[in-house]
């Protein structure tokens, strides 16, 4: 393996680059790849891919899915979201936000964000009840089933909110509001998702009241 | 074949990233100069390391923090993706199947459905015990082990309207398990929260035991129930046991490869 911190240059280290590259190729592709797929879409050679291949999977970040030559992100990956979720107090601050609203409403309430670029759940806090609908972090949203998705877009209705009757399924009622960051355009979205008598676009509703409510005080709380 | 041999790895790949777990187990943001104490880096090495993660995205520098380094928004969305594409409930049962082969014992799995705890997966390990449980069987939540767990961790709001309903229809043999009134068991459920599984000594099904633990997600949530069963004679119900043991390892084990990590999610009551 020989001296590996020798390795470290004032530019810059350049294997972390290429493992940069083969993380990036992962998160591109939705699917296990052969390692021929994964060397050619880094640029690298197969031997060379292999190599990085096997410190990736000892890091944890990388396994080869059972009884086959395919690979896929493994859950080291998921220590290093978890470290950006709750050891970042600003989105700390956003799911205890979305966690209280939850509470205090007894609806399930997702937190939604940019992520790369897509708008991805990045936290449910379920309600009272569990709705018949499977709604969990990593899920990423569009315009077709998502209010986030359209608030995050811009596509927000008057003061960010936006009600969607049949989203994210026909069953159920979406009601979101963008969470403005320091220039003011959201950089996340708190959606109550409910059933359609819950969860109305009646602009005196208690639960429009709540998200207003949860939303200026996370605003007055320095934003998100 | 060439893919078949052990490689050597990249050493610089192993000692750089790993930089990112002294993060992690920080619990907040590091600085260059902690980051070197902590991993036994010069300055210069550590400073290149950081050049070329930050450029990745995997560490970014927080000015909110004096400057230190917090895992990037390629972590974030490395950990989303996986999340994403993860089948929590195949990843289960493929720990399920390895431990009920190893210990011979029956294991079964069970989620919280709209109608209560319901069963997903099994495997009867070497036993030939008939076992009245199958996919899609609905447990009793006060009358089994695994019912009581999800009565002890989920929130009683959660738990009250489907119980009643089960209580109301307890005659017509939809469920596993009889439905006594949850105040019976109130003392139970706190020796459940307290000891984080429940156990059962030849009920509901006469001549059969179980040990129940919880598997928690990626959000700390409690995501199913595990039960570990077996004849009376042969299940040790005792804490310390190999069957109380093993469940709990088992249940451990699931919960970490859904992302849950007790240090990172704090406790938040």
Not at chain 1, 162 to 170: D, F, N, R
Not at chain 2, 174 to 202: H, K, V
Request: aromatic share 4%; glycine share 12%; net charge negative.
């Amino acid at each position: 393996m020989g001296d590996s911190r020798a390795r470290a240059r004032q530019k810059g280290v350049q294997s972390i680059d290429i493992a940069g590259r083969l993380l990036e190729v992962f998160l591109q592709e939705d699917r296990p790849m052969m390692l021929r797929d994964l060397a050619a879409a880094a640029d690298l050679g197969t031997a060379q891919a292999l190599a990085y291949l096997h410190s990736l999977k000892r890091l944890g970040l990388v396994r080869q899915v059972a009884q086959s030559a395919r690979y896929e992100l493994a859950e080291g990956c998921l220590e290093l979201a978890g470290s950006v979720l709750h050891q970042d107090p600003e989105q700390e601050r956003l799911i205890i936000a979305a966690q209280q609203l939850s509470d205090e409403t007894g609806e399930m309430v997702t937190l939604d964000r940019p992520v790369g670029t897509e708008v991805v759940t990045v936290h449910v806090s379920q309600g009272r009840q569990r709705l018949a609908i499977d709604t969990r972090a990593g899920q990423v949203n569009d315009d077709a089933n998502s209010a986030s998705a359209q608030i995050l877009g811009g596509r927000g209705g008057a003061e960010g909110v936006l009600h969607c009757a049949g989203l994210p399924v026909p069953h159920m009622s979406s009601l979101a509001m963008g969470v403005p960051g320091p220039d003011g355009l959201p950089v996340a979205a708190l959606t109550v998702i409910g059933r359609p008598e819950q969860v109305t676009g009646d602009p005196r509703s208690p639960l429009l009241l709540a998200l207003r409510q949860a939303v200026r005080a996370l605003q007055d709380g320095g934003g998100a | 074949m060439s893919e078949e041999r052990e490689p050597r790895g990249v050493g610089a790949v192993e000692t750089g990233i790993g930089l990112l777990h002294h993060v992690i187990a920080a619990g907040g943001a590091l600085s260059a100069a902690e980051l070197g104490a902590r991993s036994g880096l010069s300055k210069g090495q550590v400073h290149a390391y950081i050049l070329s993660l930050t450029a990745t995205g995997l560490l970014a520098r927080d000015e909110a923090a004096a400057g230190r380094y917090r895992i990037g928004e390629t972590g974030l969305r490395l950990g989303l993706a996986r999340l994403q594409r993860m089948d929590a409930h195949a990843l289960a049962m493929e720990e399920v199947t390895a431990t009920a082969r190893d210990l011979g014992q029956g294991i079964a799995l069970a989620v919280w459905g709209t109608s209560g705890p319901t069963v997903i997966g099994a495997h009867p390990g070497n036993e030939r015990m008939r076992s009245s449980a199958r996919p899609g069987s609905i447990y009793s939540i006060t009358g089994t082990a695994s019912g009581r767990v999800f009565a002890a961790l989920l929130p009683e709001a959660m738990v009250r309207r489907i119980h009643e309903h089960q209580v109301a229809t307890a005659g017509e043999g939809l469920y596993f398990g009889s439905c006594p009134p949850m105040a019976e068991i109130g003392a139970e459920l706190d020796r459940i929260r307290a000891q984080g599984l429940a156990t059962s000594y030849s009920w509901p099904q006469p001549g059969a035991s179980a040990v129940a633990a919880p598997v928690r997600n990626f959000q700390g949530e409690l995501e199913m129930v595990l039960s570990l069963f077996g004849p009376d004679p042969e299940m040790e119900l005792d804490l310390s046991g190999p069957h109380v043991r093993a469940a709990v390892a088992l249940a451990d084990r699931i919960s970490a490869k859904l992302g849950y990590c007790a240090q990172a999610l704090r406790q938040k009551g």
